[in-house]
């Protein structure tokens, strides 16, 4: 049987090399994602911006050591997300000046990255490329963003994490929903598939649930939709299908202020997933075969996306950093180690400790803390032709030696060397000595400061739980 290679590194360090950031840089070329890559290529590194108050986004320096590589390789990076819907009442990113205030508060700006960062789908999340997929399962067609579309290469960066309608997100949703205009999300979140009863492609509605003009989020809910779709007055709220178009707003609106008026039904998140692994295809099918990468950082895995505007505790401890030329391997390596690691204690506001019977260590965690499977992207990957999920995981471990410790450094030689070059000049430490300090043979002894026992005061305090979930392990 075929399989797909997949190199991974882990998040331990203990010295120089082991850094994670020289850990990608390494898996890029093991990877050979350097081939990906001709002289002059202009070359599109897909992240996700993360939302406006989002805190568990990737690090800056985590993009602009694949950026540095990319430019290693003589290509023209640029690094990029598109613009998306209004998934809620205060989404940051839905057209393109905001999307660029929010990347700039992640830190992800043309000075940070060293290269471009742009709005893959223009201002308006319009500028797009219409792709057929003749093997979708769902989707016959993707709209493209089309700087992505009309870029010659793409390392395919993404943040590994839960999502709240893919269940998890990774290197299929960083494209799969990441890659797409915003008429292309619509497209992708199955606007208007099905009928308004179906509950499918619209929101699901229960407005006996509703308080009407008595709810105190009910402003907040009318103005949460672009189309105006819906009303509320105080008999509850009133819906108008023609207008929506299925951009979640007002179903995670409602759910984020702890109401049920407005929600998905299970059946729907399948589904969604199907049709971005369809559309993930789509972006594909935009470039020559063997001009695209596969990157993730499995690192502060929140059970929700970055585009959720907050993050809780992880699902499961740092994991590393993956590669591969195959999207369905990758995902599929990294569901498989986030399920293989053991959770984090008290992570993913403790959904894991609530299993009844208690979490098992291989428990598929997305499904329990999103209440789907994830693997329904995988299969439906395999289906319309993405990838394998068959794959070899490959371990890395980098050398430890001078050569390799010098070889990601800011400078190749020690920049120890700067300052002993600058001593030769004027040697301004030692102008200062001798120090002030207490004689020596009059210093007091540590043993008059050492603290006193706080074991008492500490059980008082509420991170106590989370310590005794850990001593349970």
């Given at each position: 049987m075929k399989k797909e290679k997949v190199w991974f590194a882990d998040a331990h360090a203990a010295n120089w090399v082991e850094s994670l950031v020289p850990k990608a840089k390494d898996l890029f070329y093991e990877a050979k994602l350097n081939e990906c890559i001709e002289k002059g290529d202009s070359v599109a590194i897909k992240i996700h911006f993360g939302e406006w108050n989002r805190t568990r986004c990737l690090r800056p320096e985590l993009v602009a050591a694949i950026v540095e590589e990319v430019k290693a390789c003589s290509g023209r990076p640029f690094v990029c997300d598109t613009t998306t819907l209004t998934y809620h009442a205060y989404s940051s990113r839905f057209i393109g000046n905001l999307a660029l205030e929010t990347a700039a508060r992640h830190g992800f700006t043309e000075g940070a990255m060293g290269?471009?960062?742009?709005?893959?789908?223009?201002?308006?999340?319009?500028?797009?490329?219409?792709?057929?997929?003749?093997?979708?399962?769902?989707?016959?067609?993707?709209?493209?963003?089309?700087?992505?579309?009309?870029?010659?290469?793409?390392?395919?960066?993404?943040?590994?994490?839960?999502?709240?309608?893919?269940?998890?997100?990774?290197?299929?949703?960083?494209?799969?929903?990441g890659g797409q205009s915003k008429r292309g999300k619509y497209h992708e979140h199955l606007a208007h598939w099905g009928t308004p009863e179906d509950f499918i492609g619209w929101p699901a509605r229960y407005p006996e649930k509703c308080l009407g003009l008595d709810c105190p989020f009910h402003n907040l809910c009318e103005d949460s939709c672009p189309r105006g779709a819906f009303h509320i007055d105080e008999k509850g709220h009133h819906f108008d299908a023609e207008k929506c178009w299925l951009c979640y707003s007002c179903q995670i609106t409602c759910m984020?202020?702890?109401?049920?008026?407005?929600?998905?039904?299970?059946?729907?998140?399948?589904?969604?997933?199907?049709?971005?692994?369809?559309?993930?295809?789509?972006?594909?099918?935009?470039?020559?075969?063997?001009?695209?990468?596969?990157?993730?950082?499995?690192?502060?895995?929140?059970?929700?996306?970055?585009?959720?505007?907050w993050a809780t505790l992880p699902v499961a401890p740092d994991i590393g950093v993956f590669a591969s030329k195959d999207p369905v391997a990758i995902d599929t390596a990294i569901l498989d180690m986030i399920d293989a690691a053991p959770a984090y204690p008290g992570g993913a506001n403790k959904a894991l400790e609530s299993v009844e019977g208690g979490y098992k260590?291989?428990?598929?965690?997305?499904?329990?803390?999103?209440?789907?499977?994830?693997?329904?992207q995988l299969t439906a990957g395999v289906k319309?032709?993405?990838?394998?999920?068959?794959?070899?995981?490959?371990?890395?471990?980098?050398?430890?030696?001078?050569?390799?410790?010098?070889?990601?450094?800011?400078?190749?030689?020690?920049?120890?060397?700067?300052?002993?070059?600058?001593?030769?000049?004027?040697?301004?430490?030692?102008e200062a000595v001798p120090y002030k300090k207490v004689p020596f043979e009059e210093k007091p002894s540590h043993?008059?400061?050492?603290?006193?026992?706080?074991?008492?005061?500490?059980?008082?305090?509420?991170?106590?739980?989370?310590?005794?979930?850990v001593g349970k392990d």
């Open positions: 290269c471009p960062v742009v709005v893959a789908d223009g201002f308006s999340g319009d500028d797009d490329v219409r792709v057929e997929v003749p093997t979708g399962v769902i989707l016959k067609e993707a709209y493209v963003a089309a700087a992505i579309a009309h870029a010659d290469a793409m390392i395919n960066l993404a943040h590994a994490k839960g999502h709240p309608v893919a269940s998890f997100g990774g290197c299929i949703k960083n494209i799969g929903i984020f202020t702890g109401h049920e008026c407005l929600v998905f039904i299970p059946d729907y998140f399948p589904y969604a997933q199907i049709a971005m692994s369809d559309a993930a295809k789509g972006v594909m099918l935009t470039f020559e075969p063997g001009k695209v990468g596969h990157m993730a950082y499995c690192i502060d895995i929140d059970p929700n996306c970055d585009c959720i505007p260590q291989g428990q598929d965690k997305f499904a329990i803390t999103q209440g789907t499977s994830p693997r329904y319309n032709g993405l990838g394998i999920m068959e794959y070899e995981l490959i371990t890395y471990k980098p050398p430890y030696n001078e050569e390799h410790i010098a070889k990601w450094q800011i400078r190749p030689t020690p920049t120890t060397l700067i300052q002993r070059e600058m001593w030769k000049k004027r040697d301004f430490v030692l043993e008059d400061f050492k603290p006193g026992d706080r074991t008492e005061y500490l059980k008082k305090l509420p991170v106590k739980e989370w310590a005794d979930a």
